[in-house]
């Protein structure tokens, strides 16, 4: 009887409406940016390290250059433009999954009557969204002194290329979360990210010897889809298509490795 009783309850259960489905990731959204943006410390070096290096080296010091070489300056931009989107996705991201699940938090989501990927998703969008507003300061200085000579219609194809490239290291930092804790997961991403920005050719020419390399960093594909976008062949490496491929697939590995992580570890 109790059997039955039972079976018929769990059969009237319908399935949340599209409408209650979309309202509860945004509500995990708006919870995931208020956390994030509560967290000045973690999130105020993250905007103004990057801006203030491209304000000394390039604002500062390498004009002279600039002027003679305008492709020059649009070339150290995507540099530490990269630096800009994907510092608030792998350094945010992969700290704070890894102190959450260090505090069993992913297991209590698991519990609640939520979309199993709620937080998935807040995380990726909240990364792309900081991401973007540590770009937007490096782009106004650059415009505003004349660094970055480029039409309208170039900076919007750059900067729509920089924000998609930040995608990658959201799950870069996905991956890092969820295997490592959070006392360590800064540390491990630093020797993720440093060894990429100068192993990959962000910042200056790599030998002959080492330029084999450059494409197993996605600061690498980033860079170059940035230079596709602003139409600066100079300083096109590999083709656009082979750029894409690369960093849907850097995107689909992490992620994998971050949702096989969790599915045995919580």
């Known amino acids: 009887m109790n059997a039955v009783a039972l079976k ?14 979309v309202g509860a990731y945004l509500t995990e959204m708006r919870y995931e940016f208020t956390r994030t943006r509560r967290n000045v410390p973690l999130l105020l070096p993250m905007i103004l390290v ?3 290096l491209y304000a000394f080296f390039v604002v500062a010091i390498s004009d ?16 530490f ?3 800009s989107v994907s510092m608030p996705a792998l350094f945010g991201i992969g700290t704070s999954l890894a102190i959450e699940r260090e505090m069993g938090l992913m297991l209590l989501k ?3 009557p939520a979309p199993t990927g709620g937080w ?8 792309i969204v900081f991401g973007a507003v540590a770009y937007l300061p490096m782009l106004a200085l650059a415009l505003g002194t004349g660094r970055l000579a480029l039409e309208p219609g170039q900076v919007v194809a750059m900067s729509a290329a920089m924000i998609a490239g930040s995608i990658p290291f959201c799950a870069l ?3 890092l979360g969820t295997l490592f804790k959070g006392s360590s997961a800064a540390g491990y991403a630093n020797l993720v990210f440093l060894p990429g920005c100068y192993l990959s050719g962000l910042f200056f020419p790599l030998p002959d010897s080492m330029k084999w ?13 940035a230079m596709h976008a602003a139409d600066a062949t100079k300083f096109q490496f590999a083709p656009l298509q082979l750029v894409i491929a690369c960093m849907v697939a850097f995107t689909v590995t992490f992620s994998a490795v971050a949702i096989w992580r969790l599915a045995r570890k919580g």
């Open 81 to 83: 433009a990269v630096m």
């Open 50 to 52: 990057p801006l203030a």
């Open 173 to 175: 930092g996905l991956m």
């Open 213 to 225: 390399q450059a494409p197993l960093w996605p600061q690498f594909h980033i860079q170059q889809m």
């Open 64 to 79: 002279v250059a600039i002027a003679k070489d305008p492709v020059l300056g649009i070339y150290l931009f995507g540099a």
């Open 120 to 127: 998935l998703v807040a995380k990726i969008v909240v990364g």
């Open 8 to 21: 018929s309850t769990y059969s009237s259960i319908e399935a949340p409406s599209f409408r209650r489905t």
């Open 110 to 112: 698991r519990a609640q």
